[in-house]
């Protein structure tokens, strides 16, 4: 099988750093329940919005994502079965292309750069699965789409959900 996966909420853990990087530099204790369903720009005050986008074209927003729980096992053990390619679209942001190249080089070294999309638009991608928490991203992809479960999707619907690595892992290994 060809695997197509997301960086963003589904190996990164960019949701957490929003929220982090508010709290600390804006002296706030916004908490990811206050968020639940929404994305983090929508939970905050109106004057805080402009800071919440632009903290993703500082250096070292990207760099410093913490891993989701179990990727790295997971997507190792795909990767010994499977095509897996990691697709991420890394263009919208200043510093996201490299910081997230830097990243994937060590958090996940086993993939290598050739397996590595860091793109625009996903509807490009064919293969057999894509694993994104972006409904749009999986509503154009012509296969088996997977949607990793986030703070901001858990009220989207009409697709195969997983919560967790450990799930992806039942499913594909």
Known sequence: MTIFVDMDEVIADTYMAHIDWYNRDLQQCLTLEECMGKEVWQSIPEEHVDYLRDQ???DGFFRELAVIPDSQEVLRALHEKHDVYIASA???FKNSLREKADWLDEHFPFIPWQNRILCGHKHILKGDILIDDRAYNLEAFDGRGIQFTSPHNIHTS?????TSWKEIGEKLL
């Open 56 to 58: 993703t074209n500082q």
């Open 90 to 92: 890394a263009m919208q």
């Open 158 to 162: 009409g697709f195969e959900r997983v």
